[in-house]
């Protein structure tokens, strides 16, 4: 065989190629020689007060229901009486499908803005996606435990509630200055709900509401295999195995409670094979779950648009814990640092505040229910907006309050804690 | 000098290519592994220089690796469900790709077609569409309780292996026939000819000079697909949703999404990148050994 000259010093043998695999892998090793003089951390060290309490991102207090919190002002608010900005467009950052667009376009057409919507998969990457300028929003949906984050970061702006009147006027009073945000300096809430089980009384037999332990229930459901799953959500399954034991803290840092809740978790895998997800008001009402953890908020979406005709609002069950055992939370608007309308902003706040604007879009889209001094179980079974047997969705003002459960800031310790034990989890070994 | 450089300039275009869009962002994962996380934002902070990157992330990743970490189990879990729809690929396509280069006459064009045509249509809209079919009263049960195959319908959709397999199969399959038709398609009729010639039986024939002769092809497009079978996380999630059969991409998935160590799964990324490197070093090798040995047949 012939062949250019050229071509020859590409010759490689297997003997070759041995060879020099052999020596790539020894100069790897060489290189690991090299590493070895690089630094090696993975532990964020946790920052604490002088009194050992534990400090969030940026060194701020860790706020909880039972411990509130006013954030520092890292600018002034702006100042008020000013005109709303007109033209152009508004962008609005929020999970898909979490708002309901008519109302955007008519809030678009009061105050003459194209008014985009701009959606995130979850509201770590949002805010991540916020911090790096990825995105430039006038609004985005917040979190009160993704807040001190965000307040740290200098993403969102400090509030002038003259421009928000719809707060004090129409809100739940636990929530017009939350345990998170005191005097409300950076958010307003937008929706709440709570965590608790999904399924259909048609397919599964025991009588969840009446166990001693309803949560036991994922751990008894070896009959409904495939057909039972979790919340696809770090915090809200490692905190329900913890609440299941009764450990009352959802905000632990504790490696010990953390570890024996992963390891609950994973005996789901040979239980029921259990699966994750976040789609339960679409699966139960159409039967291809029967027992989920869910959202409050999921069933009445459920009831409303996902149950297949023919199918009686009976067949949805839904329960949560009482008050100061069952997780709760509430979703919040803020206003974002990039925003070119600081006033439109505000505007655009009391807008999602106003109790029609709020009320359509709870029942004409969203499901998740507003926390509005209006909104209350009696009048939406009245109305026929929620059926009976899911009277016990809807939240109220008492559910909030010191003595309630929330899943809230973690330092950054505490939170590689739980994404690890999550992690572990989501590999479905034994 | 004109001439020097008018051929190899041709190659300019791909090189840079490649570079802007391969090396620097590899390059990025890379620093962001060796990297840290900022303390208020948990965003990754990538660290370029070699000499100051911070090996905590890597060794911890590896550590988790090893027989009994987290990662372990679905490691292993992921190599299996890769071989398993590897070998079944292979099974499948490779008397269809026979049959298309060998025999298939004027229909060859059609039948390209009609193997390309499920790639018109997006990877996720075919996985949800499967998710239809194999529903409980969807027409898969039905059809196999009809057929009496099945005595009653199968919880397909209730976190199997099997179907996690069967998906990655669907999915992938039609990457693996293209390179091995090419490769049969290639084969000289001559060479076959010469060895039943020389007494060979039709087995002992394709044993000897089919199956050696379209190896680049059998290993180019299993390359082809087990690269992205590896790093696959969409998969197991539309089908199964189940931890169980979770693969090692929904592991990188995981730690990306937005949480406080991104750098875990850029960690992962790296290792399994390497991983593959392995594989497709040896693909190489067999393709230059085989063009070497190509002018000698």
Redo the contacts between chains.
């Keep these: 065989m012939t062949m250019h000259p050229r071509e020859r010093h590409n010759q490689l043998s297997r003997r070759d190629f041995l060879v020099r695999a052999a020596g790539a892998a020894a100069a790897l090793s060489g290189g690991g020689a090299m590493l070895a003089g690089c630094s090696s951390s993975t532990t964020a060290p946790a920052s604490t007060t002088k009194k050992g309490e534990l400090l969030g991102p940026g060194g701020l207090p860790l706020a909880r229901p039972d411990k509130r919190v006013t954030l520092p002002l890292w600018e002034d608010p702006i100042a008020s009486g000013l005109q709303p900005e007109t033209g152009g467009t508004f962008t609005v950052f929020n999970y898909p499908a979490y708002l309901y667009k008519k109302l955007l376009k008519d809030f678009g057409k009061k105050y003459k803005v194209d008014v985009q919507y701009t959606s995130f998969d979850n509201i770590s990457s949002g805010v991540q996606r916020l911090a790096s300028g990825a995105v430039t929003p006038d609004v985005m949906e917040m979190t009160p435990d993704m807040l001190d984050l965000a307040v740290a970061g200098k993403l969102i702006k400090p509030l002038n509630l003259d421009y928000i009147p719809n707060l004090k006027k129409n809100v739940w009073p636990e929530l017009v200055s939350p345990f998170y945000d005191v005097g409300s300096h950076y958010t307003v809430p937008y929706t709440c709900y709570a965590t608790g089980i999904a399924w259909r009384t048609d397919k599964v037999k025991q009588d969840i509401a009446g166990m001693t332990q309803p949560w036991d229930i994922f751990w008894e459901s070896q009959a409904y295999k495939g057909k039972v799953a979790l919340l696809s959500e770090p915090r809200e399954t490692i905190a329900m195995a913890l609440l299941r034991k009764g450990h009352l803290n959802i905000n632990t840092e504790d490696p010990k409670l953390i570890n024996q809740a992963v390891a609950d978790l994973k005996e789901l895998n040979a239980i029921c094979n259990i699966k994750v997800d976040d789609v339960q008001y679409q699966t139960i009402p159409e039967g291809t779950s029967w027992l989920h953890q869910a959202w409050s908020g999921d069933m009445i979406a459920a009831y409303i648009y996902y149950l297949p005709k023919g199918t009686p609002a009976t067949a949805l069950g839904y329960w949560k814990a009482e008050k100061g055992k069952v997780p709760i939370q509430n979703d919040c608007f803020s206003i974002c640092k990039t925003t070119t309308k600081p006033v439109l902003s505000h505007l655009f706040l009391n807008f999602l505040l106003d109790n029609g604007v709020s009320y359509s879009n709870f029942v004409d889209f969203n499901g998740y229910q507003p926390p509005l001094n209006e909104i209350d179980p009696n009048t939406l079974v009245a109305k026929g907006v929620v059926p009976h047997n899911l009277a016990n969705s809807v939240l109220t003002n008492a559910d909030f309050g010191a003595d309630s459960l929330q899943e809230m800031t973690l330092t950054q310790r505490g939170q590689q804690l739980w994404e690890n034990g999550y992690s572990d989890f989501q590999a479905g070994t034994k | 000098m004109y001439k020097r450089w008018l051929w190899p300039g041709f190659a300019f275009p791909g090189v840079l290519w490649l570079i802007l869009l391969f090396v620097v962002p590899f390059y990025v994962v890379v620093a962001v592994a060796?990297g840290?996380?900022d303390?208020?934002?948990?965003?990754p902070v990538p660290i370029w220089n070699p000499?100051?990157?911070?090996?905590?992330?890597m060794?911890?990743v590896l550590h988790r690796f090893s027989p009994g970490g987290?990662?372990?189990?679905?490691a292993i879990?992921t190599l299996e469900y890769v071989a398993a729809s590897l070998a079944l690929c292979l099974l499948i396509g490779y008397p269809v790709a026979y049959y298309v280069a060998r025999h298939a006459g004027r229909l060859k064009g059609l039948l390209l077609i009609l193997i390309v045509l499920p790639l018109w249509i997006s990877y996720m809209m075919r996985m949800l569409a499967w998710v239809n079919l194999l529903?409980?009263d969807g027409y898969v049960n039905r059809f196999l309780t009809y057929t009496h195959v099945l005595s009653q319908p199968r919880?397909w959709?209730?976190?199997?292996p099997s179907t996690v397999v069967f998906a990655l199969v669907y999915g992938y399959i039609p990457y693996l026939i293209l390179p091995l038709f090419a490769a049969l398609d290639r084969i000289e009729r001559s060479h076959l000819e010469a060895a039943r010639d020389l007494g060979a039986s039709p087995w002992s024939a394709f044993r000897h000079v089919t199956l050696p002769l379209s190896k680049t092809g059998i290993l180019g497009g299993a390359v082809l697909i087990t690269l992205p079978m590896f790093g696959d996380y969409y998969t197991p999630n539309i089908v199964?949703?189940?931890?169980?059969?979770?693969m090692i991409g929904?592991?990188i998935d995981?730690?990306f999404?937005?949480?406080?160590?991104p750098?875990i799964g850029a960690a992962i990324t790296v290792l399994l990148a390497a991983f593959l490197t392995v594989l497709m070093?040896y693909y190489m090798?067999t393709i230059?050994?085989a063009s070497?040995e190509l002018?000698?047949v």
Excluded: C, M
């Excluded at chain 2, 000499?51 to 992330?57: A, S």
């Design positions: 060796f840290t996380v303390p208020i934002l948990l965003q000499l100051q990157w911070n090996v905590g992330w060794i911890e987290t990662f372990y189990g679905v879990r529903a409980p919880d959709l209730g976190g199997q199964s949703g189940a931890p169980k059969t979770s929904n592991q995981l730690y999404h937005g949480g406080p160590q750098t070093a090798w230059h050994r070497r002018p000698a």
